[in-house]
């Protein structure tokens, strides 16, 4: 999904005239001019959470899903970082190669939907911090709100291994083995 300034507009456009309907129609008093400010408040801090200044332009790359879908297969580098936000990626882990050294991922999840698919004989640690959120681990663990931890069976802290660090808010975090 391509963004652009037109289809915030619209957006925007769209949410004033329903509070207007809502207003008329159905006489209650609902705070448009509020409204567009508030709206206004939350587009200039999904900005900044992306932290790009050509934010229409390029709203998703390889390692940063905003307002739509992806699915990603492994990592190439030593410390590689995935973003979601407002939107739902998969991201498959399970042809991972150890064979050059340990893994270090971390996974952001803000509004938006991760689901995460690792091989289970792989040697794997796994931190999901979460804040009105849910974090599901394959050992059963979950979070809401607090800190989900999970090791397979196959970890060693001096063999070469993946180490996952989640962080999720208001959003959806999920760890399934194959």
Known sequence: MKMGAA???????ILIGIGIVIRVVFNINFPVVKFVIAFSLIFIGIKLLVGKSN???DCTDKDTTVFSESKIHGVEE?????????????????DIDLSKGSKDIRINTIFGSTYLKINEATPIKIKADAAFSSAKLPNGN???????RYESESFSKDTNH?????????????????
């Open 162 to 178: 993946i180490y996952i660090r989640g962080d999720v808010v208001f959003g959806s975090f999920e760890v399934r083995t194959y």
């Open 142 to 148: 979950t979070a809401a709100f607090g800190t989900g």
């Open 7 to 13: 289809l915030f507009w619209g957006v925007l456009l």
């Open 55 to 57: 934010f229409w332009h």
């Open 78 to 94: 030593n410390f590689k970082e995935y973003n979601v936000i407002f939107g739902s990626s998969i991201i498959d882990l399970r």
